[in-house]
């Protein structure tokens, strides 16, 4: 998980939060730019 991998850095949770924010954000700013739609793409197993 993001967060825990930034808190894991020694970030704060105010810091580690901003990032995950700041995360989100850049990912809406290029659906809106490439006027996509958000799709939920469930990751896939790699297989050995």
């Known amino acids: 998980m993001f967060y825990d ?3 894991a850095e020694g970030k704060r949770h105010t810091q580690a939060v901003l ?3 700041r995360r989100r954000v850049n990912v809406l700013w290029a659906l809106l730019r490439d006027g996509r739609c ?3 793409t469930p990751p896939t197993a790699l297989s050995a």
């Open 38 to 40: 958000y799709e939920l």
């Open 5 to 7: 991998r930034k808190r």
């Open 19 to 21: 990032a995950l924010a």
